[in-house]
């Protein structure tokens, strides 16, 4: 029995993790595996019921759990709220932080169908296939933070912390990882400036001596950020610290055509959390109109690397493309000629190619 917590938080992530739970449940019936799916409350949805946006309840399940399905956080409603109530500081960060999650795996894929979706020409993102890993439990995001009162306003404080070891695990990873695929690392700082990044481009020099195999090459952040829309197919493995892997995934995640298409995975402790990378879209939340596939690939995702099902992620994967190539779109991928479809009924062309 495979125990899956799952939990939908806020916005659209209660409308696109359902579909997702089918989808596994589709596997499920196809493949003859039990899964044990439980059901938690985080983010603003937590807050508004027991005061808390990661309950322990919560954050027991997903400990006592084999894997965690995660839809998004946060919301205009609790953006008032005193920043350790607030779910995104609150809830996801301490979520992954207890977890021990200090990597965060957002593969970037480009399917051929979606080429022209992108807003880059389809030569520049046909066929992409790399893979970000951000570090994710370290850094600005963690680092000691202060709003103190002076005479002209406030001062405000964000400490960007680092350790040796925090930056050699995450390295090591992504180094193992393009061991696997076509072994170029790129290891993104911005040396020229931080004092963090000085050290992580040491540590990522030095580790390159124990993987002989894997290319390494150092970038600044901010040329890197140009180079993933100039020409993202020079990249292969990308590895960078939280704040930089949190900016450089959004703005690849639209050569995917939409960042309702990007899953990831965070990895580090004994339970693994996937969640699709986009947040909790207030604005079209309740509307039946966002993208599911970033929750759905995030489940094969799951059952590929948590439960080493690679045929059964591979089925879904493949729906996912049938169902494209069929021409249905949600509306943030939508183009002319095609055929729009909502949440539910993107979801409902998924399961019917899986059954
Ligand atoms: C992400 C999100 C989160 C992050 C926010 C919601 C805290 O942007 O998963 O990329 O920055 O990690
Ligand atoms: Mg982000």
Same mark, same amino acid.
């Given at each position: ?93 301490? =979520? ?91 290891? *993104? ?107 759905? =690939? ?24 049938? *169902? =494209? ?31």
């Amino acid at each position: 029995m495979h125990k899956i917590a799952v939990l939908p938080g806020d916005g659209i992530g209660k409308e696109i993790v359902p579909v997702a739970v089918e989808v596994i449940k589709a596997i499920a019936k196809k493949y003859s595996h039990e899964f044990e799916f439980k059901e938690a409350l985080i983010g603003g949805a937590a807050y508004d019921e027991t005061g808390h946006p990661l309950p322990d309840e919560t954050l027991e399940l997903c400990k006592d759990s084999d894997a965690v399905l995660l839809g998004a956080v946060g919301g205009e409603k609790w953006d008032s709220l005193p920043v350790h109530l607030r779910p995104e500081v609150g809830a996801l960060l301490p =979520l992954r932080k207890e977890l021990g999650l200090y990597a965060n795996l957002r593969p970037v894929r480009v399917f051929p169908v979606l080429a022209d979706a992108s807003t880059l020409k389809p030569e520049v993102v046909a066929d992409l296939d790399m893979l970000v890993v951000r570090e994710l439990t370290g850094g600005l995001y963690f680092g000691e933070k202060k709003k103190e009162e002076i005479e002209s306003g406030y001062r405000v404080i964000d400490t960007l912390v680092y350790t040796t070891q925090e930056i050699d695990r995450v390295i090591r990873l992504a180094f193992e990882l393009a061991k696997n695929r076509k072994k170029k690392l790129t290891s *993104v700082d911005k040396a020229n400036v931080l004092e963090t990044s000085r050290h992580w481009r040491e540590r990522a020099t030095a580790l390159a001596d124990e993987y002989p195999e894997v290319e390494l090459n150092h970038m600044y952040v901010d040329n890197c950020a140009m180079q993933f829309v100039r020409w993202p197919k020079q990249f292969d493995v990308v590895v960078t610290e939280n704040m930089f892997g949190d900016i450089l995934t959004d703005l690849a995640a639209q050569l995917t055509g939409s960042i309702g298409m990007l899953p990831s995975a965070s990895i580090g402790g004994k339970v693994i959390l996937y969640e699709p990378i986009h947040g909790s879209a207030p604005d079209i939340a309740g509307k039946d109109i966002a993208n599911p596939l970033a929750t759905v =690939l995030s489940a094969a995702l799951m059952l590929r690397v948590s439960f080493n099902m690679g045929e059964e992620a591979q089925v879904i994967e493949s729906a996912v493309t049938e *169902v =494209l190539n069929e021409g249905y779109r949600t509306a943030d991928i939508m183009q002319d000629g095609m055929k729009q479809v909502g949440t539910k009924e993107m979801g409902e062309l998924v399961l019917k190619k899986i059954l």
